[in-house]
Nanobody, 117 residues
Framework: QVQLLESGGGLVQAGGSLRLSCATS????????MGWYRQAPGKQRELVAS???????NYADSVKGRFTISRDNAKTTVYLQMNNLKPEDTAVYYC???????????WGQGTQVTVSS
């Protein structure tokens, strides 16, 4: 079965940084737009950032200038570097892998990010 293995979540003080990682198989990774979504209690899941196979990126307005998404093709891993974290960033963060061509849309198990004020 398809696995998206997430790591890097945790508890951090406002203004601090975390880096999330998501690793998957090469067969999936090379065909997929990779992304990070988040869901806070009582709210809808929302796109945080995504990166295409060609390296083009997309960010939610709320994280522009603070978060950076990148992908390492050799390690088949996508990263989300989160700087200057704010309490409103607190959520469960989900790794996503999707293809419009295949198509498919896979999700990781989620990792908790908590930012204290």
């Amino acid at each position: 079965q398809v696995q998206l293995l997430e790591s890097g979540g945790g508890l951090v003080q406002a203004g601090g940084s975390l880096r999330l990682s998501c690793a998957t198989s090469r067969s999936i990774f090379i065909r997929s737009t990779m992304g990070w979504y988040r869901q806070a209690p009582g709210k809808q899941r929302e796109l945080v950032a995504s990166i295409s196979t060609g390296g083009s990126t997309n960010y939610a307005d709320s994280v522009k200038g603070r978060f950076t998404i990148s992908r390492d093709n050799a390690k088949t891993t996508v990263y989300l570097q989160m700087n200057n974290l704010k309490p409103e960033d607190t959520a469960v963060y989900y790794c996503n892998s999707r293809s419009q061509i295949a198509p498919y849309n896979y999700w990781g198990q989620g990792t908790q990010v908590t930012v204290s004020s």
